[in-house]
């Protein structure tokens, strides 16, 4: 049997920021530095439910829908803001050099998938808590997707911080 070695080029992070955010990053960032691979940083606004009601539903024809999506991008926006503010205190300035951080909203699994494969990832890294009965159910949802339906390898880190 032949070995053939590993070389990660992209590599995808992404997070719901649980207490253990830092420490996944950590092995993200680690990983990217050893193989010298570009990182990306997303967060996914889970607005599933919103977007089902808005196009399934119909409710873009209301006259204040509008104002639900300047609304929905102003606060897109603060998120990206509020997570360079979250690196920068956490890490130095300068990382942020090598790190490409995105905001998405959507269903979180789909929009892993669709990035890791619009970015050509070939690694996609991810933190597990699993605090509790319904943290476990949404936010395991997620992983277990991604898992399942990722053509590239993942990453899970579970319960890197945990605190009893």
Not at 55 to 64: A, H, I, K, N, T
Not at 84 to 89: D, H, Q
Not at 128 to 154: M, Q, Y
Request: aromatic letters at 8%; proline letters at 2%.
């Amino acid at each position: 049997m032949e070995s053939y070695e590993i070389a990660y080029k992209h590599i995808l992070y992404t997070t719901e920021f649980s207490d253990s955010w830092q420490d996944v990053f950590s092995h993200a960032l680690g990983i990217s530095k050893h193989y010298n691979a570009k990182l990306t940083f997303l967060y996914v606004l889970n607005t599933e439910l919103i977007d089902l009601l808005t196009f399934d539903v119909g409710l873009e024809r209301l006259p204040s829908i509008d104002k639900k999506f300047t609304e929905a991008k102003d606060f897109t926006n603060n998120v990206r803001t509020k997570i360079l503010e979250k690196m920068t205190s956490s890490y130095s300035d300068d990382i942020l050099n090598d790190i490409d951080i995105l905001v998405e909203r959507g269903n979180p699994a789909r929009i892993i998938l669709n990035i890791a494969e619009e970015k050509n990832c070939d690694l996609i890294v991810m933190g597990f808590s699993g605090r509790g009965t319904s943290e476990d159910t949404a936010i395991g949802s997620t992983v277990s997707r991604v898992l399942h339906k990722s053509k590239l390898p993942v990453l899970v880190i579970h319960n890197v911080n945990k605190k009893n």
